[in-house]
């Protein structure tokens, strides 16, 4: 069974630091894009950061570039979502989702296995 799996949200102060990792089974990362896309209630789910695993490059949204940094170890262990300086703007489900290919940061493209998803919380 193909699952992708979210863990490592919580709540946190400003400034804090989460990690966040997305676990897959059924199948390798093996030349595929893995993205993180964040939702907040009532709001539109926005892409975060996307590693591509054919050229190892990363991309990221400008509300977080030099503070989140996603990788992957290999193709069998899972994403990870390392976010530091947090805001309370960062507040939000957080999502991983994957793709064949090339990354976007637009969700429309990722229309095959999402995860379900890992509360962060930034506040006081």
């Known amino acids: 069974q193909v699952q992708l799996v979210e863990s490592g949200g919580g709540s946190v102060q400003p400034g804090a630091s989460l990690r966040l990792a997305c676990a897959a089974s059924?199948?390798?990362?093996?030349?595929?894009?893995i993205a993180w896309f964040r939702q907040t209630p009532g709001g539109h789910r926005e892409g975060v950061s996307c590693?591509?695993?054919?050229?190892?490059?990363?991309y990221y949204t400008e509300d977080v570039a030099g503070r989140f940094t996603t990788s992957s170890d290999d193709t069998n262990r899972p994403a990870f979502l390392q976010m530091t300086n947090l805001k309370p703007e960062d507040t939000a489900v957080y999502f991983c989702?994957?793709?064949?290919?090339?990354?976007?940061?637009?969700?429309?493209?990722?229309?095959?296995?999402w995860g379900q998803g890992t509360q962060v919380t930034v506040s006081p």
């Open positions: 989702a994957t793709r064949p290919g090339n990354c976007h940061l637009s969700p429309e493209y990722f229309d095959e296995y």
């Open positions: 059924g199948f390798t990362l093996n030349y595929r894009a």
């Open positions: 590693f591509e695993d054919y050229s190892s490059r990363t």
